[in-house]
């Protein structure tokens, strides 16, 4: 017996762009999965989008940590134990094994779209 | 094993160091040590007696505590004197009749005050100036008295005419010699030191010897001086020098010197081998030591060699650095210049009332001795060349010379020989501290702690800091007080500029002064200092996304993602129908509920969403936030005071109540605490507060920087009964030249330890107004408090604050993830292993 498992990645509408703040983070429930959307309106590439859970804490924390630039690099600190994950992968830059999941994220008019593998 | 008996005679502050020493060896558990003390309390700061009339109590004074004793596991016996020594049998007998044997005494007697047999010295207006007795009884004998005379215009006489006169008398000094402090003094600076005393309105009488005092009418006493002169005075103290408590060591037959003073070899023992005496009692080299720092030396020696290690004691310096009557005062070596082959270099301004004097070898090459009066900030760099017998620079005038380009010179701390002593109250040498630092030590603070360097009376902290800061830099670690990598600036530099040049945004400051985009170090620290200068609401447009997670939600985040709410309880007070309202709230929201040591109580639990409703709530019953998340005022604890307690003596209450409302909202560098305290029971800990505030009978007391948490910290006595205007005018400026001046994070503790200068710093600073800024942090203060808002209040009541406070923006469904579990009839976050469980079907 074999299950063949179909995975379909499409663009999903997750909210407007009054929704988010700038600056900093929000989180939004996609797909039954907590996704943190972070809004940068200065920066060459707005959106971000990375798993809100923190796997440190195993806590929905990380759409309110405060944004912060580490050698160049935009990230996010978790509020609870301040490990700081890199934005555009996910990657916590204090812990190599452990890497959050990043979603492409862009903007459509005044809808945010993310692309979700279901 | 067999312990050995050590029985110590005397618990002043030598016999105090003495026992303290042997404690913190692992050799203690090889003795048994009994205590026997004459006075009714163990031993207590001598040094500083004259401030038990400046508001420190005899709890401030204390060093032995009896509860200290019993946990180094000494017997101590409080008022039983020894009275007898059969050394034959190895026996000490007590008044109270005790009889213990010893197999090493230790005799710690100490020094009486001498007398001089002027007839009527024995008049019951006649006192001595040792004992906190002593001080009782005077403090009693002045309290309906104008005039008090001290004779004795030595180190120690100074000291008790500050005494008289901080009990408001009108304060005379009597001198048989021509000169005040004459052994340490030279003619020029003592003719200085005089003229500053009169000054501050004691009369000098000099070249004046008593002889005779008798009583007059209304029992007043008049004193009769040489040559037809006479002074009528309330109350006499005599404190005209010392002279070894040796009694009881000479009926035991032990060897003392022709004018006194128990015989001790270069290991501190006696002609009885069994018999070490320490301290005041003890004469070496035909000389006694009649200040503390020599007579600790003993003690450390006497321990070492109880311990089987060697050690000597070959006499001490006898330099010195003080305070009299508010003038710095210092004396090093040779200050007389009496050694053949002397040569003086003298710096004299009597403008400022400065008088500077070295002594110098024929060449110019050694210094031999000094004398300081006026000024004492060369005093450290001096003592070094002194000490350490080290070459002087080639032009040895520029060490006591005003520098012209405004920086002094100081020692190179490279300079210093290992062996320079650079704390002598903790003996710290600098190899000490070059070990500490090579040992892992990164910053001054970390160094007194590992050395207890500077943190004796502190005088050494500038020599300290040049020490630490060279071998930091000689060990490659850059001293770097940068913000972070955004900014090559300290918080204070930065402040200024955020000041000075009117920033209101972050973005302004970081395009100004800064690179990059910014981090989680520098932005908060921008927001607060935003809020020090200029109030605005944490989340107003420019302002959002610079705070972390607890002041952008305006609560504490806890481990599982969900918040605590602590509403402000100004002073701990709280009426019947408010607290209601708390547990309406709470049982509403399911918050598990806690009292924190802050008199204030915490409802823990609540999800993001939740957090503007229950606000919504708490704001209208009138609860205003507690800051509980920012860096900023938390409580103002306080008990009852006189309102309702038979021991209070001002409304302390109401204080708290005045304080913290005028305080709440101030963004600081880190969190600020506060206590009141109705009376000196301090039943609410304002000692281990950054402000502490304790009711006295006159007024206030008030304490600053002081720190419980990881590294508890007592606070230190700034100032002494205030009024109300006067004690809330010194707080709004010690906290606003605080805000102005600490780093990043930096707790008042740490603060006041790295300024340099210290307590006595800050206190020319906001009492003074050295520095001319009084005004300007009143009125920043002044703004602070008339901009207050309660932060919630504003929230809830903008729309677009309120967005924020959604768990997701795209639906109202809960976060599923936070699991709660109950224990002892309150929700708690699930643990880890518990969430499995529960997900695990049946």
């Known amino acids: 017996m074999s299950e063949v498992a179909i995975t379909r990645t499409e663009w999903l509408q997750v909210c407007k762009r009054s929704d988010l703040v700038a600056n900093s983070g929000v989180c939004a429930l996609v797909g039954g999965r907590q996704i943190a959307l972070f809004f940068l309106p200065e920066q060459e590439s707005q959106l971000y989008a990375i798993d809100n859970w923190d796997p440190v804490a195993n806590a929905g924390v990380i759409g309110r940590g405060i944004v912060a630039e580490i050698d160049g690099e935009l990230t996010v600190a978790s509020p609870l134990y301040k490990q700081h994950y890199r934005l555009t992968d996910g990657q916590c830059l204090e812990e190599a094994d452990i890497q959050l999941a990043a979603y492409p994220v862009a903007f459509e008019g005044d809808d945010v779209l993310i692309k979700f593998d279901q | ?842």
């Open chain 2, 1 to 842: 094993m067999v312990k050995q008996k050590i029985v110590v005679i005397g618990n002043g502050m030598v016999g105090h160091h003495f026992l303290e020493q042997l404690a913190n060896r692992s050799e203690r558990e090889m003795f048994d040590v009994l205590v026997f003390c004459a006075e009714p309390r163990p031993a207590y700061d001598r040094v500083h007696l004259s401030e038990y009339f400046g508001g420190r109590t005899a709890d401030d004074l204390a060093m032995g505590k009896v509860e200290q004793y019993r946990e180094w596991g000494y017997d101590l016996r409080l008022n039983d004197a020894a009275v007898a020594i059969d050394r034959e049998a190895k026996i000490v007998t007590s008044a109270s009749g005790a009889s213990e044997p010893y197999d090493h005494l230790v005799l710690a007697t100490g020094s009486y005050p001498f007398v001089p047999p002027i007839p009527g010295h024995e008049h019951d207006k006649c006192f001595v100036y040792r004992t906190l007795e002593d001080l009782d009884k005077i403090q009693a004998a002045a309290k309906d008295g104008k005039i008090g005379v001290v004779v004795g215009g030595g180190l120690l006489g100074l000291e008790a005419a500050n005494a008289l006169k901080q009990l408001g008398l009108e304060a005379h000094v009597v001198e048989f010699a021509p000169g005040l402090m004459s052994v340490q003094l030279d003619e020029g600076g003592s003719n200085l030191l005089r003229e500053k005393i009169e000054e501050l309105g004691v009369t000098v009488h000099t070249s004046t010897a008593t002889e005779l005092i008798e009583e007059v009418d209304g029992g007043r006493l008049r004193m009769q001086f040489k040559g037809d002169k006479e002074l009528v005075t309330d109350l006499i103290v005599f404190s005209a020098g010392i002279r070894p408590e040796d009694k009881l060591a000479n009926s035991a037959g032990i060897a003392l010197g022709e004018r006194g003073g128990i015989v001790v070899d270069n290991q501190c023992r006696t002609s009885d081998k069994n018999i070490f005496a320490i301290g005041e009692c003890a004469l070496f080299d035909n000389r006694i030591f009649g200040l503390v720092a020599p007579g600790y030396t003993m003690a450390r020696t006497a321990v070492s060699l109880l311990c089987g290690e060697a050690a000597e004691f070959n006499g001490a310096d006898m330099s010195t650095k003080l305070k009299l009557l508010g003038v710095d005062v210092g004396s090093i070596g040779d200050a007389h210049g009496r050694t053949e082959g002397s040569a003086a270099i003298t710096f004299v301004d009597e403008q400022t009332g400065v008088y500077k004097r070295m002594i110098t070898d024929r060449d110019g090459k050694k210094l031999r001795g000094a004398v300081l009066v006026g000024d004492t900030g060369d005093y450290d760099t001096l003592l070094q060349y002194h000490l350490n017998d080290m070459d002087l620079p080639e032009h040895p005038e520029q060490l006591i010379l005003p520098a012209l380009d405004g920086a002094a010179p100081t020692l190179g701390a490279g300079a210093l020989p290992d062996t320079a002593t650079i704390c002598s109250c903790h003996n710290v040498s600098k190899g000490d501290i070059v070990g500490a630092v090579q040992g892992g030590c990164c910053s001054l603070g970390d160094v007194k702690d590992a050395t207890k360097a500077s943190t004796g009376c502190g005088g050494c902290s500038a020599l300290l800091k040049n020490v630490v800061d060279t071998e930091l830099a000689a060990l490659g670690v850059e001293v770097n007080n940068d913000l972070c990598p955004h900014f090559p600036y300290t918080r204070q530099e930065i402040f200024h500029m955020v000041q000075v040049e009117e920033i209101k945004t972050f973005d302004e400051l970081l395009h100004k002064h800064g690179s990059g985009k910014g981090c989680e170090i520098c932005k908060p620290t921008a927001a607060s200092i935003f809020a020090s200068l200029w109030n605005e609401h944490i989340h107003k447009k420019p302002h959002v996304g610079l705070q972390d997670t607890n002041d952008t939600f305006m609560a504490n985040m806890q481990k599982n993602g969900t918040y605590s709410v602590v509403p402000r309880i100004a002073g701990g007070e709280i009426t019947p129908e408010k607290l209601i309202v708390l547990g309406q709230v709470a049982k509403k929201y399911d918050l598990y509920t806690k009292i924190t040591g802050g008199q204030r109580i915490d409802l823990f639990g609540a999800r993001l969403e939740e957090l503007p409703e229950i606000w919504r709530e708490l704001t209208d019953a009138g609860f205003e936030t507690g800051h509980a998340y920012g860096k900023s005022l938390r409580t103002v604890k306080s008990c009852v005071g006189s309102t309702w307690c038979r021991f209070g003596v001002q409304d302390s209450v109401g204080m708290a109540l005045t304080v913290e409302n005028r305080y709440k909202g101030l963004r600081s560098p880190h969190k600020i605490k506060m206590a009141v305290s109705g009376c000196t029971r301090e039943c609410a800990e304002a000692q281990s507060k950054d402000i502490g505030v304790i009711a006295t009978e006159n007024g206030w007391n008030l304490y600053v920087c002081g720190n419980g948490g990881m590294r508890p910290r007592h606070a230190d006595l700034f100032a002494t009964d205030l009024d109300d205007v006067t004690l809330i005018k010194y707080i709004d400026r010690i906290l606003m030249f605080y805000v102005r001046t600490a780093d990043k994070l930096q707790r008042t503790s740490v603060w006041l330890e790295n300024l340099e200068g210290g307590l006595d710093y800050l206190r020319e600073v906001v009492i003074e107004d050295k520095l001319g800024i009084c005004e300007e942090l009143e009125r920043q203060m002044g703004n602070v408090v008339g901009t207050y808002q309660c932060e919630w209040k504003t929230a809830i009541n903008d729309p677009e604050m309120l967005k924020r406070f959604r768990q997701f923006v795209n639906t109202d469904v809960k976060d599923e993830k936070i699991v709660f579990v109950e224990e002892r009839k309150q929700r708690r976050p699930a643990t880890q292993e518990e969430i499995v469980k529960i997900a695990e079907p049946a």
